[in-house]
């Protein structure tokens, strides 16, 4: 087997739970890092920058990759970037900036296998059974649980608390549309993300404007926040979408209910914020619920366009099994 269909064919042979695990970690640690960015620089310019320095120093490797891709082909990942990257950061982002309180945003936010299992069965009638429903129901009330001490009725417009609600249907919609682009109108991982990062460069620069200059700040905060969230963006978005090439959209949304309970333990190690046995309950509800949206799932997976030699065969077979 030669290098790179190795390289091509290690998301397939990792263990799914293993990279949903990994997700959780990484998606988590983007609030942390977000948090710790608005005492340095206002969001949106954190954003836009992360986004033009990833977009900047992997072009020499990203380039290449797209260059035979059909224009209609770019234009629908270009689509499903904005939906995925800019709807959704820009919609919490900007909900929280104009005064939605933090943890009821993040909340709105983690609606997300709602949205998801919703537009599946209204927009693209899909049937899902009753203990996948219930399991998205537990799931959240585990969620409410976890961050019921960070909830809170802010003064905003009442039209602003829609924005993170948008920003979660947002990212709900570019899940359904990149689970059903077919392989073959598809390209890899990294030539995906850096087309996604490219095109969302733009709304985030219009947002950052409006609060301000577009001027990087000169200090180590500022330096730090931009690393930080591009590690965290870059590697959620991307374990986000090597999930969804093996599993259905409703468990890889549902995965991330953990997400704020492991935010919390983020807080607790970087800022001393206490835990609680409440958040301790929540998240074993919450895993309840998990466990019962993966166990009613249908298997579903699409590893994408690799090509496999008969050697790897086996190998392959094994990761279908």
């Known amino acids: 087997m030669s290098v790179r269909q190795t390289a091509r064919l290690w998301p397939v042979v990792i263990p799914l739970l293993l990279i949903e695990a990994a997700l ?29 320095l990833f977009a900047l120093l ?13 224009p209609a082909t770019l234009l629908r990942h270009a689509a499903i970037g904005l939906l995925a990257m800019g709807g959704y950061l820009a919609g919490v982002v900007q909900g929280i900036a104009l005064g939605v309180p933090a943890g009821l945003a993040a909340l709105l936010a983690d609606l997300l296998p709602i949205g998801v299992a919703l537009l599946s069965v209204l927009v693209l009638r899909q049937r899902l059974g009753w203990q996948t429903w ?28 829609g924005l993170p609600l948008l920003g ?17 109108a598809s390209f890899d991982l ?24 577009l001027m990087p700040v000169p200090s180590g905060g500022f330096a730090l ?30 995965v991330l209910y953990l997400s704020p ?36 799932e249908p298997k579903e997976r699409d590893d994408g366009p690799v090509q496999v030699s008969p050697s790897s065969a086996p190998v392959k077979a094994a990761c279908r099994g």
């Not at 988590?28 to 986004?51: E, N």
């Not at 930080?228 to 890889?252: A, E, N």
Request: proline share 4%.
């Open 24 to 52: 959780v970690v990484i998606w988590s640690s983007g609030f942390i890092g977000a948090r710790f960015s608005i005492d340095h620089a206002p969001a949106m310019l954190v954003v836009f920058w992360r986004s033009l």
């Open 58 to 70: 992997l072009a020499p490797w990203a380039l290449p990759r797209l260059r035979n891709a059909a």
């Open 134 to 161: 219930l399991g998205l129901l537990i799931g959240l009330t585990g969620v409410v649980l976890v961050t019921s001490d960070a909830l809170a009725w802010g003064d905003a417009p009442l039209w602003v608390y």
């Open 168 to 184: 979660m249907f947002s990212l709900a919609v570019a899940t359904l549309w990149q689970k059903r682009t077919r392989a073959t």
């Open 190 to 213: 990294l030539g995906n993300l850096w087309l996604q990062c490219c095109i969302c460069c733009v709304p985030f620069a219009l947002l950052a404007a409006i609060d301000g200059s």
């Open 225 to 254: 926040s931009v690393l930080w969230t591009s590690i965290s963006t870059i590697g959620g978005y991307g374990l986000y979408w090597l999930c969804l090439k093996r599993s259905t959209p409703t468990r890889v949304a549902s």
């Open 261 to 296: 309970a492991l935010t919390l333990v983020w807080a607790w190690a970087m800022f001393g914020e206490p835990l609680s046995w409440v958040m301790g309950l929540g998240t074993l509800i919450s895993g309840l619920g998990i466990w019962l949206v993966i166990r009613n």
